[in-house]
């Protein structure tokens, strides 16, 4: 005579819990190895408790490799259905990036004073004021270094001096 349905709801006493955890969870582990020896299926199972711990069954030579061909069946059956608005939308994306590369590179001549011809008076004078920018960073920097070269050697002179 068999058992009647139990209702699924969560059980709320801890201990009755972890018992029918431990139940439960040795049952699912054999039903895997049954299932795995029967049908001559490779079959993974990967089981966290409450508390954290790790159980797990493969039927495989390693769960790496069972985990490694599970991920190369679900990208590649992702990338199989793909649809052509995802298609077309990485498009877009290529098109935009492509035109800001060409704007970077673009700028970059100018930069380099190259390819000034198309630009009017307001974008040259944008230009010499970044131009100028930059020149102030790069000699503060520069000054910077310098001083912080001359205290060493300073200190290299007095320390060399000390020593006669």
């Known amino acids: 005579m068999g058992r009647g349905k139990v209702e699924l709801k969560r059980i709320e006493n801890k201990i009755n819990q972890q018992v029918t955890f431990a139940k439960r969870r040795n049952g699912l582990l054999k039903k895997a190895y049954e299932l ?3 049908c001559d299926a490779e079959v993974a199972l990967i ?5 954290g711990k790790l159980y797990e069954f493969c039927s495989g030579s390693s769960m790496e490799k069972t985990l490694e061909r599970y991920q190369r069946y679900s990208y590649s059956a992702l990338e199989a259905s793909q649809s052509a608005q995802d298609v077309q939308s990485r498009y ?3 098109v935009n990036l492509k035109a800001k590369v060409e ?4 700028t970059q001549r100018n ?3 190259e390819d000034l011809g198309h630009l009017g008076t307001k974008e040259l004078q944008q230009l010499e004021n970044q131009l100028d920018m930059s020149l102030r960073q790069i000699r ?3 000054t910077q270094v310098m001083h912080g070269q001359i205290s060493d050697l300073l200190r290299k002179v007095n320390i060399y001096a000390e020593t006669i």
């Open 92 to 94: 877009q994306d290529y």
């Open 111 to 113: 930069f380099l004073g």
């Open 36 to 38: 795995s020896v029967l």
């Open 47 to 51: 089981v966290f408790s409450t508390r």
């Open 140 to 142: 503060s920097t520069k």
């Open 103 to 106: 704007v970077l590179q673009r």
